[in-house]
């Protein structure tokens, strides 16, 4: 009868989303009288989830799940909620859980809502809040079946402590990677990336070219952040498309979005708009993303910015 | 190798989104409607393995009437038979469940869909359509060569990209990368012309319940004016102690 939570980790370590996932599983299973059960697929120090509201913690470890594989593990999550009875399972909208959710939902014959901002208004019907028109709109919709699969949006619900004594239980399930195989990763560790990150910062056409991409990567540097571009830029090849957010390319929901040099046309706000603080700098004050930002300077980049890097070390080095 | 390639009807990307009807329905008054842009790309792709490798490519939509012309779009940019499923798409799984179908009859060897919809985001009709019909699936693709029945295709990841080998059947949910921008095709009049005597083909729908429903519609909350600042020490000062982002 739990509410399993599928917990993403990389290298073994837990990630911020898998914090949120169970922290919001938990606030489901109060309102229906359970507990809950988290799936952790070989991760780390796995009590760290007893503190934001687990109470179990399935743990599956096999060296063959070191890549995601989205076949194996969805088949992984569906057998831990048919193991646990359970009437919700919830994984993260993140690249990876989109990937498996709608596998995991056929398998469970249950209803998939992605992109979940809010606990479900109630569990009976079951009625869950979430974002469609990438952003422009939130839908409120009923899961009618008896399992639901509920996609949980990245840093909408935030993360709770609740500390719970966790009992860990080895999980076995069958292990079926398919016929998907991962040849090669082409992947840049030592870079926060834009799903993970905090704060990105992200150019527009407004920076000219390439070459002054420095400014958005020392002002990155000094804040921890991710850099992204517009469109255009990776259209263009200034930037690589995995850089490319917006409607059509990643979206971002960090907390800190600061944007330089982009316009804020219609398509790149809704792919940034669930970040929850905008910064715009732009020469133009006429520029729509005036209207999307909470705070903005009027100004050219090439000033701005070294002077914000600048300011933002001797911040920091007075805050360390 | 047959391929299908499955449209979602969407608004432009431009479109101001309301609602009627006590906010339980899209409000499509003045409202033009595309080819989903993740689609798009996938359809592009299709048209290299049509023209390179002598595929055959059909696209399909589940939807009324109204999304014939989005269909006609796609085979004027090249597609050579579409499909439409005469039903409402109320929700994923009951398209995927549609789709699958028309996967069935057709014997499809590859069918790309779109890593998302822009309208609902569901993002779940390739995976589900893969499920269902026991096809191998990759999300996320943004790029796909095919040799006999071997598949290759790159997966964008969390910081950067990885490559994958499987076989056919194969289920995509394809994005930019798969073919880039500058590849997209704007249907020439002779496209046009081809399009109106190409089949396409209304098929009734099967029997699938909708597991899931929109109550109701919200939009989000206006949000307060912009703070200007004029130099950066106020930035970082807000930033810090009003936001407290850093
Ligand atoms: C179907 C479709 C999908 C799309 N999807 C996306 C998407 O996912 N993501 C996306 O980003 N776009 C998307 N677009 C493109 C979008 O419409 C815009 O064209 C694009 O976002 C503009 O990029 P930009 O702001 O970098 O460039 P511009 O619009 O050219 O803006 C550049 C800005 O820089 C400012 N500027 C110039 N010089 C300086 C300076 N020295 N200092 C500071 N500011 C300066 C200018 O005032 C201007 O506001 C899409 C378009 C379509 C049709």
Redesign the pocket.
Known sequence: MSVVVYTESEGGKFKKIAQEAVSYAKGIADMMGTTVTAVAVNGNNTDELGNYGASKVLEVSDPKLDTFNAEAYADIVAQAAKEESAEVVVITSSANGKFMAPLVAVNLEAGYVPNVTELPKSTSPFTVKHSVYTNKAYSHTEIKTAVKVVGLAKNAYGVYENATSVEKSSFSPSINTGSVEVVSVDKATDKVTIADAEIVVSG???L?GPENWGLIEDLAEVLGAATAC????SDMGWRPHSE??????KPVASNLYIA?????????LA?INASKVKVV????PE?PFFKAADYGIVG???EVVPQLTQKLKEFKAQNA | MKILVCISHVPD?TSKINFTDGDTKFDTNGVQFVIN?NDEFGLTRAMWFKEKQGASVHVANVGGPETEPTLRKALAIGADEAIRVNTTATDGYSVAKQLAQVIKDGNYDLVIGGRESIDYNGGMVPGMIAKLTDSNFVNNCIGLEIEGNDATAIREIDGGKETLKTSLPLVIGGQKGLVEESDLRIPNMRGIMQARSKPLHVKDPIEAQAETQTTQFEKPAPRGAVKLVDNVEDLINLLHNEAKVI
């Open positions: 527009g056409r407004g000219k517009s469109k255009p830029v490319h957010v917006g409607q059509t390319g330089i040099g982009i316009s804020g046309a219609i398509q790149h792919g700098i732009n020469t133009d520029a050219d980049a090439f | 990307t842009p």
